[in-house]
């Protein structure tokens, strides 16, 4: 995958050095070789930073927000999953189109760090893909203003069938071995708040959970007020989540918070027909919109 | 030096769970905590360290603290009961150990005692497990922890061929190897195994002092950029002991309670009128950074960080203390 | 809605949604008696009791 850090690298340089852009976002190493965490370069000289290999893993779509005030241009690197998070934001109007500009990646999948971190350095070769990456739909980038040639082509669309399978595997227990199910996965969410803050459809400007004095939501870390969290969230990005599986990813507590993302965008496709958030700019939303023929049974 | 073999550890377990709440290192959900011991299961005491530190058995996440109750122009208070349950933690690594001296110096000196966490600590046994093996993410000799030998606990275990060597440090301890009985066998020459050898070093030496000159250095900037702004840091940090007070109210009734909070939440610093001291995320993280490496040492002598590298394995960017301290310590003022 | 308390194992007809316009009071109060006998047949809710 040399080809393509080396082409990231020299574009970065060249973008910052014409001034077309302030800052670039893409991943660099991080402590360990299973780690590529975000990097964010805004001096050309210091472009060699950054890095593509199998663990470039985080979704840098929601960043965007933290610079929306700014008049900076910024320049960020998309797989399939990052451009559709891009899409996301723009539909909720959040960003703006002209001061992005997007450098596409085809994603051949990344591999999960965690098991990297347990199989050893030496074993990289047979590091699976990442949970999240299993079933994309999407490998390559939805939206972008230039395409990255590599030398390693993009992993085909995952087959269909498996994406609903933990949906299935839920579904398929009682009432009482489901809400066993989930309560027991919920008793240990410790409301870190790391799968919202993650999130590319959560870009509300103040989240109802940090405003713990308007009742809504007690900030008692203990079983209701946990699930309302979880229901909250979920149906909050019902029909917007892209299926980029990072709140999953980057839950502490391993809480499998996408066989809930997944239930609803299932539900969803029943419901208003098959929908896939953040593929297509016109598309909206199924649940941001309204049809005289939408079904009665939409709550 | 006394020894149990290891299929002798669960018997040892149920003898100190007579009278006591036994927590030890145990799975859940793909996971490892302490969870108490009810007499049988898998035990989860290999390397490595739980996920989250035991500090929850101590200083829970959510605790009520009083309950009240509105008659007309009358109230009443009712106190909780006394949290005077005795526990036995078993299996804390010595990074964890060290913890606890950490938070007894934020919850019990400098003249107020927190009362709620006094009964818990006076009440709870410690039993160290050696560190034989570390993880990659350890750092605990940085701060002068020996992995090998904890502080301040009641029991040392190490891990050898086919079992554990045990040594009583304190009375309770010796206590607590009588009610074994004959589970323990003598092991006059046995020798405890070496300690691990974390594999990330970091020098602290300076860092204080750096730091108390750099608040506003353009650094805190820069390291911020990528954090989400997520608790999962300060959550699963043994030494973090944020909390907040609130109340829930239902009619005439209704209690106060605490829970965790965290430095990383617009809301922690949000004062009632709205304006915030913390207002964006490099404020928050550099708060997070200067509490562990300069506000504990100036006001305990001591670094609010054990090395326990938990931050660092979950954290979902990668903000790894370690290289925040040798960046600090690199940066031109 | 619903369906996803249903997937978490709690009794979907504890919540329910319709849209009556202010201008429809009948319906409304129908509504509300209908949610209030499918409640009392359920009983009290036990689950996402704190402490239970």
């Not at chain 1, 402590?31 to 050309?44: G, I, M, R």
């Not at chain 2, 109230?75 to 804390?92: C, F, K, T, W, Y």
């Amino acid at each position: 995958m040399k080809g393509i850090q080396e082409q990231m690298r020299a574009r970065a340089r060249e973008l910052l050095a014409q001034g077309a852009v302030q800052m670039v976002i893409g991943w660099e190493k991080g402590t360990f070789w299973y780690l590529s965490p975000p990097a964010f370069v805004t001096d050309p000289e210091d472009c060699d930073r950054l890095v593509w290999d199998e663990f470039c893993t985080n979704n840098l779509a929601k960043y965007l927000l933290d610079y929306k005030h700014t008049g900076d241009r910024i320049a960020l690197f998309v797989k399939g999953c990052d451009a559709r998070g891009i899409v996301r934001l723009l539909q909720d109007n959040q960003i703006d189109r002209e001061k992005v500009y997007l450098i596409g990646i085809k994603c051949p999948g990344v591999k999960d760090g965690r098991q990297a971190a347990a199989l050893g350095e030496a074993r990289r070769g047979e590091v699976p893909l990442a949970e999240k990456c299993r079933y994309c739909t999407h490998p390559e980038p939805v939206l972008y203003d230039e395409l990255l040639a590599g030398d390693a082509a993009a992993r085909e669309a995952a087959p269909g069938e498996g994406r609903f399978a933990e949906v299935a595997k839920v579904e398929a227990m009682s009432p009482d071995e489901r809400y066993a199910f989930w309560t027991a996965a919920y008793d240990r969410c410790l409301r870190c708040y790391a799968c919202r803050n993650v999130c590319p459809a959560c870009n509300c400007r103040e989240c109802i959970f940090d405003r713990s004095q308007s009742g809504w939501c007690g900030k008692q870390m203990q079983r209701s007020e946990n699930m309302f969290f979880a229901i909250t969230r979920a149906m909050h990005v019902a029909g917007r989540c892209i299926e980029c599986g990072e709140c999953e990813r980057v839950c502490p507590e391993g809480i499998p918070i996408m066989a809930l993302n997944k239930k609803i965008i299932k539900d969803l496709n029943e419901l208003f027909g098959e929908y896939e958030a953040g593929v297509d700019l016109e598309k909206m939303p199924p649940l941001g919109q309204y049809k005289l023929d939408d079904p009665e049974e939409f709550h | 030096m006394l020894k149990i073999i290891r299929d002798k550890l669960p018997e040892l377990l149920t003898a100190w769970a007579r009278g006591a709440r036994v927590l030890v290192p145990r799975e859940r959900g793909g996971t490892r905590v302490f969870l108490p011991w009810e007499g049988e299961g898998e035990l989860a005491l290999g390397q490595g360290n739980t996920l989250e530190p035991p500090k929850d058995l101590f200083f829970p996440r959510t605790e009520t603290m009083y309950r009240y109750q509105v008659q007309g122009k009358d109230a009443s208070l009712a106190e909780e009961p006394a949290a005077d349950a005795r526990q036995v933690l078993v299996g804390v690594r010595s990074c964890d150990a060290k913890s606890l001296a950490i938070m007894d110096d934020a919850f019990l000196t400098k003249g107020y005692v927190d009362e709620f966490y006094r009964q818990r600590r006076e009440n709870t046994r410690v039993i160290a497990l050696a560190c034989t093996e570390a993880s990659p993410t350890c750092f605990c000799t940085a701060f002068g922890i020996d992995p090998g030998r904890a502080e301040g606990v009641d029991v040392q275990m190490w891990p050898v061929e086919g079992g554990y060597l045990l040594e009583a440090v304190t009375e309770a301890g010796q206590e607590l190897l009588r009610q074994a009985g004959d589970l323990l066998a003598e092991e006059g020459d046995a020798q405890p195994p070496a300690a691990a050898v974390p594999p990330l070093q970091v020098d602290v030496s300076g860092v204080t002092e750096k730091l108390q000159r750099m608040f506003e250095h353009p650094y805190w900037t820069a390291v911020s950029r990528k954090c989400l702004g997520c608790g999962a840091c300060t959550y699963l940090c043994p030494t973090c002991y944020c909390f907040d007070i609130q109340g829930e109210n239902q009619g005439d009734s209704g209690y106060k309670f605490r829970c965790w909070d965290s430095c990383m939440f617009s809301e922690y610093t949000r004062m009632a009128g709205g304006h915030n001291p913390r207002p964006s995320k490099k404020e928050r993280l550099r708060n997070r950074f200067l509490h562990k490496l300069q506000y504990f040492p100036e006001r305990y002598g001591k670094f609010a960080c054990v090395g326990c590298g938990r931050c660092l394995d979950r954290c979902p960017v990668n903000v790894d203390i370690t290289r925040v301290i040798r960046e600090v310590k690199e940066v031109t003022l | 809605m619903q369906r996803v308390l249903q997937y978490m194992g709690l009794e979907p007809e504890r919540f329910q949604a319709r849209w009556v316009s202010g201008s429809e009071g009948p319906r409304f109060a129908e509504t509300i008696t209908r949610l209030t006998e499918d409640i009392r047949a359920l009983g009290p809710n036990r689950k996402l009791r704190d402490g239970a």
